[in-house]
Protein backbone atom coordinates (compact mmCIF):
# COMPACT_ATOMS: atom_id res chain seq x y z
CA UNK A 1 0.00 0.00 0.00
CA UNK A 2 1.42 3.36 -0.82
CA UNK A 3 -0.86 4.70 1.66
CA UNK A 4 -1.86 8.91 1.07
CA UNK A 5 0.25 10.13 -2.23
CA UNK A 6 0.24 13.83 -2.88
CA UNK A 7 1.77 15.53 -6.37
CA UNK A 8 3.46 17.30 -6.92
CA UNK A 9 6.26 17.66 -3.84
CA UNK A 10 7.57 20.65 -4.85
CA UNK A 11 6.12 24.10 -7.33
CA UNK A 12 6.54 27.42 -7.84
CA UNK A 13 3.84 29.81 -8.60
CA UNK A 14 3.71 33.69 -10.03
CA UNK A 15 1.02 35.55 -8.22
CA UNK A 16 -1.89 35.26 -10.17
CA UNK A 17 -1.54 31.84 -11.28
CA UNK A 18 -3.39 28.40 -10.23
CA UNK A 19 -2.72 25.47 -9.67
CA UNK A 20 -4.40 21.77 -8.38
CA UNK A 21 -2.96 20.23 -5.75
CA UNK A 22 -3.91 16.73 -5.91
CA UNK A 23 -4.25 13.71 -3.00
CA UNK A 24 -4.59 10.03 -3.17
CA UNK A 25 -5.39 7.50 -0.71
CA UNK A 26 -5.14 3.59 -1.32
CA UNK A 27 -6.73 2.61 2.21
CA UNK A 28 -10.31 2.81 1.60
CA UNK A 29 -10.55 5.60 4.36
CA UNK A 30 -13.79 7.71 4.02
CA UNK A 31 -12.61 11.41 5.51
CA UNK A 32 -9.95 13.32 3.85
CA UNK A 33 -8.47 16.56 5.14
CA UNK A 34 -5.82 19.33 3.60
CA UNK A 35 -3.67 21.14 5.62
CA UNK A 36 -1.18 23.86 5.58
CA UNK A 37 1.68 24.35 7.51
CA UNK A 38 3.57 27.75 8.27
CA UNK A 39 6.63 27.91 10.32
CA UNK A 40 5.62 28.58 14.45
CA UNK A 41 2.05 27.95 13.32
CA UNK A 42 1.35 24.68 13.50
CA UNK A 43 -1.62 22.39 11.04
CA UNK A 44 -4.35 24.89 10.02
CA UNK A 45 -7.16 23.22 8.96
CA UNK A 46 -7.95 24.53 5.17
CA UNK A 47 -10.93 21.97 4.24
CA UNK A 48 -12.06 18.21 5.06
CA UNK A 49 -14.57 15.90 3.26
CA UNK A 50 -15.78 13.35 5.78
CA UNK A 51 -17.28 10.88 3.08
CA UNK A 52 -17.49 11.11 -0.63
CA UNK A 53 -19.97 14.07 -2.12
CA UNK A 54 -19.16 16.12 1.10
CA UNK A 55 -16.28 18.23 2.37
CA UNK A 56 -16.73 21.33 4.56
CA UNK A 57 -14.30 24.54 5.70
CA UNK A 58 -11.81 24.45 7.93
CA UNK A 59 -10.43 27.27 9.85
CA UNK A 60 -8.75 28.63 6.96
CA UNK A 61 -10.74 28.11 3.77
CA UNK A 62 -10.22 31.69 2.11
CA UNK A 63 -8.35 31.33 -1.26
CA UNK A 64 -9.24 27.52 -1.69
CA UNK A 65 -11.16 25.06 -3.02
CA UNK A 66 -11.78 21.58 -2.75
CA UNK A 67 -13.28 18.70 -4.37
CA UNK A 68 -13.89 15.01 -3.79
CA UNK A 69 -13.33 13.01 -6.59
CA UNK A 70 -14.12 10.06 -5.81
CA UNK A 71 -13.45 8.06 -2.36
CA UNK A 72 -10.12 7.80 -3.12
CA UNK A 73 -8.68 11.55 -4.14
CA UNK A 74 -9.40 14.76 -2.75
CA UNK A 75 -7.74 17.79 -4.45
CA UNK A 76 -7.21 20.95 -4.12
CA UNK A 77 -7.12 24.16 -5.73
CA UNK A 78 -5.25 27.84 -5.80
CA UNK A 79 -7.24 29.84 -8.53
CA UNK A 80 -5.45 33.14 -7.55
CA UNK A 81 -1.87 31.87 -5.62
CA UNK A 82 -1.06 35.03 -3.57
CA UNK A 83 2.31 34.81 -1.45
CA UNK A 84 0.67 34.72 1.88
CA UNK A 85 -0.77 30.95 0.41
CA UNK A 86 3.68 30.14 0.13
CA UNK A 87 3.34 26.75 2.70
CA UNK A 88 3.48 23.31 3.02
CA UNK A 89 0.82 21.85 2.30
CA UNK A 90 -0.35 18.09 3.47
CA UNK A 91 -2.84 15.43 2.59
CA UNK A 92 -4.31 13.52 5.47
CA UNK A 93 -6.97 10.53 5.79
CA UNK A 94 -8.65 8.85 8.32
CA UNK A 95 -11.75 6.11 8.59
CA UNK A 96 -10.00 2.86 8.53
CA UNK A 97 -9.86 0.04 10.57
CA UNK A 98 -8.84 2.53 13.27
CA UNK A 99 -10.98 5.40 12.72
CA UNK A 100 -8.88 7.80 14.66
CA UNK A 101 -5.43 7.82 13.72
CA UNK A 102 -4.74 10.13 10.40
CA UNK A 103 -2.35 9.10 7.95
CA UNK A 104 -0.50 11.76 6.72
CA UNK A 105 1.12 12.09 3.14
CA UNK A 106 4.60 13.67 2.01
CA UNK A 107 3.29 17.17 2.01
CA UNK A 108 3.91 19.81 -1.16
CA UNK A 109 6.14 22.22 -0.46
CA UNK A 110 4.56 25.89 -2.43
CA UNK A 111 6.23 28.75 -3.01
CA UNK A 112 4.40 31.97 -4.40
CA UNK A 113 6.31 34.68 -5.81
CA UNK B 1 -10.36 27.00 19.72
CA UNK B 2 -6.34 25.86 18.65
CA UNK B 3 -4.81 24.43 21.81
CA UNK B 4 -2.49 25.60 23.71
CA UNK B 5 0.76 23.76 24.06
CA UNK B 6 3.88 24.15 26.60
CA UNK B 7 6.42 24.39 26.80
CA UNK B 8 7.46 25.59 22.97
CA UNK B 9 10.37 24.01 23.23
CA UNK B 10 13.05 21.70 25.09
CA UNK B 11 16.07 20.23 25.21
CA UNK B 12 17.07 17.10 26.82
CA UNK B 13 20.20 14.94 27.52
CA UNK B 14 19.45 10.94 26.34
CA UNK B 15 17.73 8.82 29.29
CA UNK B 16 16.39 12.51 30.58
CA UNK B 17 12.31 12.70 30.79
CA UNK B 18 9.89 15.45 29.69
CA UNK B 19 6.14 16.68 29.88
CA UNK B 20 4.64 17.92 27.34
CA UNK B 21 1.33 19.70 28.10
CA UNK B 22 -2.07 20.91 25.70
CA UNK B 23 -4.81 23.10 27.06
CA UNK B 24 -8.27 23.87 25.40
CA UNK B 25 -10.73 26.80 26.40
CA UNK B 26 -13.58 24.37 25.25
CA UNK B 27 -14.70 21.14 26.63
CA UNK B 28 -13.33 18.04 24.20
CA UNK B 29 -14.50 14.63 23.10
CA UNK B 30 -10.81 13.71 22.86
CA UNK B 31 -7.20 14.39 22.17
CA UNK B 32 -4.22 13.45 19.93
CA UNK B 33 -0.91 13.46 19.79
CA UNK B 34 1.34 13.12 16.42
CA UNK B 35 5.40 13.54 15.97
CA UNK B 36 6.74 15.57 12.71
CA UNK B 37 10.52 14.83 12.18
CA UNK B 38 12.12 17.47 10.35
CA UNK B 39 10.72 17.41 6.53
CA UNK B 40 8.88 14.33 7.44
CA UNK B 41 4.74 14.16 7.44
CA UNK B 42 3.07 14.15 11.01
CA UNK B 43 2.72 10.52 12.21
CA UNK B 44 0.21 9.34 15.18
CA UNK B 45 1.44 8.50 18.51
CA UNK B 46 -2.24 8.47 20.77
CA UNK B 47 -5.65 8.94 21.47
CA UNK B 48 -6.93 9.75 24.25
CA UNK B 49 -10.75 9.94 24.53
CA UNK B 50 -13.33 11.33 26.95
CA UNK B 51 -14.01 8.46 29.53
CA UNK B 52 -10.32 7.34 29.71
CA UNK B 53 -9.63 5.18 26.96
CA UNK B 54 -6.09 5.42 25.24
CA UNK B 55 -5.06 4.11 22.06
CA UNK B 56 -1.11 4.61 20.59
CA UNK B 57 1.73 3.46 21.20
CA UNK B 58 3.25 1.42 23.45
CA UNK B 59 6.11 3.44 24.69
CA UNK B 60 4.43 6.64 24.79
CA UNK B 61 1.88 7.47 28.07
CA UNK B 62 0.36 10.60 27.90
CA UNK B 63 -2.98 11.81 30.28
CA UNK B 64 -6.42 13.61 29.97
CA UNK B 65 -7.63 15.50 32.46
CA UNK B 66 -11.27 16.13 31.44
CA UNK B 67 -12.19 18.78 34.14
CA UNK B 68 -9.22 20.91 32.97
CA UNK B 69 -9.68 20.15 29.39
CA UNK B 70 -5.82 19.24 29.78
CA UNK B 71 -3.43 16.72 28.19
CA UNK B 72 -0.17 15.89 28.77
CA UNK B 73 2.39 13.48 26.79
CA UNK B 74 5.26 12.02 28.90
CA UNK B 75 8.60 10.79 27.90
CA UNK B 76 10.56 9.05 29.83
CA UNK B 77 14.26 7.98 29.62
CA UNK B 78 14.04 9.61 26.33
CA UNK B 79 16.32 8.26 23.11
CA UNK B 80 17.98 10.51 20.20
CA UNK B 81 14.98 8.92 18.13
CA UNK B 82 12.20 10.91 20.07
CA UNK B 83 14.03 14.76 18.60
CA UNK B 84 11.23 16.11 16.57
CA UNK B 85 8.17 18.63 17.11
CA UNK B 86 5.12 17.41 19.02
CA UNK B 87 1.46 18.36 17.76
CA UNK B 88 -1.96 17.84 19.97
CA UNK B 89 -4.49 17.94 17.95
CA UNK B 90 -8.11 18.45 19.99
CA UNK B 91 -11.35 17.30 18.61
CA UNK B 92 -15.04 19.08 20.03
CA UNK B 93 -16.97 16.14 19.35
CA UNK B 94 -16.31 12.85 17.55
CA UNK B 95 -16.52 13.01 14.19
CA UNK B 96 -15.00 16.51 14.13
CA UNK B 97 -12.31 17.54 12.56
CA UNK B 98 -9.02 18.30 14.67
CA UNK B 99 -7.82 21.37 15.94
CA UNK B 100 -3.69 21.28 15.96
CA UNK B 101 -1.43 23.20 18.27
CA UNK B 102 1.20 25.10 17.30
CA UNK B 103 3.74 22.15 18.39
CA UNK B 104 6.87 21.70 20.86
CA UNK B 105 10.22 20.94 19.51
CA UNK B 106 12.23 18.49 21.16
CA UNK B 107 15.69 18.01 21.15
CA UNK B 108 17.38 14.97 22.50
CA UNK B 109 21.20 15.12 22.45
CA UNK B 110 23.71 12.72 22.96
Known amino acids: NAGVTQTPKFQVLKTGQSMTLQCAQDMNHNSMYWYRQDPGMGLRLIYY???????DKGEVPNGYNVSRLNKREFSLRLESAAPSQTSVYFC????????????FGPGTRLTVT | QQPVQSPQAVILREGEDAVINCSSS?????VHWYRQKHGEAPVFLMI?????EQKGHEKISASFNEKKQQSSLYLTASQLSYSGTYFC???????????FGKGTSLLVTP
Open chain 2, 89 to 99: GTELYSGYALN
Open chain 1, 49 to 55: SASEGTT
Open chain 1, 92 to 103: ASSGGQDPYEQY
Open chain 2, 26 to 30: KALYS
Open chain 2, 48 to 52: LLKGG
